[in-house]
């Protein structure tokens, strides 16, 4: 898809999920614009701060291979054409966490104005910190990094997404049976999903039979799908927490030769989740607004670094944050219903 074809109001319009008492119109005038891009008048209430840095917001994450990353990046670009800065989306495109830690203190290094960090990991925290403290405003999307000194977390509601697919999963399977869930075990966000897929489960009388691990990886998915149909064959419904999952037991699914009889819902949108939605193999995905992330991020970033929100009379002597702590950028249910809607 050619960037310059998105316009801005079709992320706007998805800022309707914020949460944690922030709102766009709060965001929009700490950036120092209006909803028409316009510049916001001055007041007296609220000085802006010098412009520090060098005018260059990083994202910065690893995996950047998969498709997933896509909205990330477009979300990202976005905003840099809004705001009229530089963005840029760096980090390892595999599993390497040491190689994105390196990133992440190049970054650092170089003086950004911003840094939007993916939190994949708690060892991340360390370069956090040091960003912090060398004045670089830092936010995490995505997943967080709570142990660190990070200004704000932007990204889904993971429990309430696990609970969101597991409700699904309810109806799909006719409210009672044996489930399998799968999973990247390890990582935070990810165990919050599965948590709000078990409890919900558990009240509905759902049976978990096991909590699979794919280490994101669509082949290693299919295989461990494939041997918990084995063990468990009057196995009904696949839960997966991130979208190697679902692909992987898609594929599962359709070699076994159980297409529509074993109900999955998936996690996220990348196209070959949305292929195996309009070809029925896969009944549903719970979809992340992961442009709205990387947006709102750099936008934070931004307003932290060009102005004072006048939430007390000195907000630097009082030792309280602009920002919110987090915001909840929300999720959505695709169905073969609405699949064709979200292709790229």
Known sequence: ??????????????????????????????????????????????????????????????????????????????????????????????????????????????????????????????????????????????????????????????????????????????????????????????NQRVAGYQDTLKKAGVDVVAVLNDNSDPTQAASVVTAAMRRTPDLKGVGCVEASGGSGAGTAVREAGKTGQIKIVSMDRDPETLNLIQKGIIQATVAQKTALMSFLGTVVCQAAQTIDIPITKDNKASGITELPASVDTGVEMVTTANAKYWQR
């Open 1 to 190: 898809m050619d960037l310059k074809q998105v316009a801005r109001r079709d992320l706007l319009r998805a800022t309707g999920g914020l949460g944690a008492g922030a709102g766009l119109a709060t965001l929009l005038a700490a950036c120092g614009q209006t909803a028409s891009g316009a510049s916001a008048k001055s007041s007296s209430t609220a000085m802006s701060k010098p412009k520090q840095g060098n005018g260059t917001y990083i994202a910065v994450s690893m995996l950047n291979s998969l498709p997933y990353f896509y909205d990330h990046h477009l979300g990202m670009t976005m905003a840099g054409k809004w705001l009229g800065v530089t963005t840029k989306f760096v980090g390892p495109s595999n599993l390497d966490l040491s190689g994105m830690i390196s990133d992440l203190d190049s970054a650092i290094s170089e003086g950004v104005s911003g840094l939007v960090v993916v939190g994949f990991d708690p060892s991340l925290a360390p370069s956090i910190n040091k960003a912090i403290a060398a004045g670089i405003p830092t936010v995490t999307v995505d997943s967080d990094v709570p142990n660190s000194n990070r200004l704000c977390f932007l990204g889904t509601g993971n429990y309430e997404a696990g609970v969101l697919g597991a409700k699904q999963l309810i109806k799909l399977i006719g409210g009672s049976g044996k489930v399998a869930l799968v999973t990247k075990t390890g990582q935070d966000n990810l």
